[in-house]
């Protein structure tokens, strides 16, 4: 099924008519924009569904059943660092692993573990954070990853494993009129997460929506 004709389901449940007052129809629907969200917003709705999603089955599933039914998810790009800091790609939605050029391992931590690290480095203690050549370290903030000190990570290219989703724009939606890249047992899910962002549910209601409805069809044949 095409992204649009999702996206005239989803405005179906939603927002179904344009700012005029004229029903959507799959011709128009992203043309222009509804009565209660822009065009825009219903792509960035639609787009927030499918990275929870994503995001769900990652935390839900084991690895190698997250793969197969997530086909094209997990991604490997080289990663230039400078100055301690690299650029997430734009398609970024979660890490798997960074490697040197020689294949040594450089562990992904949450921001919030930096200070544990930085006093495990200034005491001597908790070898498990205590940076060095061996155990090296890089921290995830918004857009970018970020080394304590540039020592351990020198200038250069990295290899990089990740989870990742473009997002679709109204012009390939419409005017190349792109498939959606889950398969079909997915769509409702994409449309029932997408319908509680779009009514404001809290994220930690929707994140809970989407791991029930992923058991739910998970268990089918």
């Known amino acids: 099924m095409t992204v649009r004709e999702l ?30 969200f822009t065009a825009q917003r219903l792509v960035d ?33 080289p990663l230039y660092f400078q100055g301690g800091e690299a650029k997430k790609p734009s398609d ?14 450089i562990l992904i931590l949450p921001i919030s573990l930096a200070p544990i690290v930085m006093k495990a480095d200034h005491n001597q203690l908790n070898p498990h954070f205590r940076e060095s050549t061996n155990n090296r370290f890089v921290f995830e903030q918004r857009d970018r990853f970020t080394a304590l000190t540039a020592a351990y990570i020198p200038d250069g290219w990295y290899n990089f494993w990740y989870v990742g989703l473009p997002a679709f724009t109204i012009a390939n939606i419409v005017t190349e009129n792109v498939s959606e890249t889950f398969d079909d047992r997915w769509y409702v899910v994409i ?11 809290g994220m930690a209601e ?15 044949p």
């Open 7 to 36: 996206i005239f389901k989803l405005a179906e449940r939603i927002d179904p008519y344009d700012k005029d007052g004229v029903q959507f129809t799959i011709d128009t629907i992203l043309t222009k924009d509804g009565d209660g």
């Open 45 to 77: 709705i639609y787009n927030d569904a499918r990275s929870i999603l994503l995001l769900a089955l990652q935390s839900t599933l084991p690895p190698e059943e997250f793969f197969r039914v997530s086909p094209g998810a997990a991604k490997q790009v």
């Open 92 to 105: 970024y939605i979660a890490p798997i692993s960074i490697y040197d050029t020689s294949g040594n391992q």
């Open 191 to 201: 449309l029932e997460i997408a319908e509680a962002i779009a009514m404001e549910h």
């Open 206 to 220: 929707v994140n809970a929506l989407a791991r029930t409805l992923i058991e739910k069809v998970h268990k089918l």
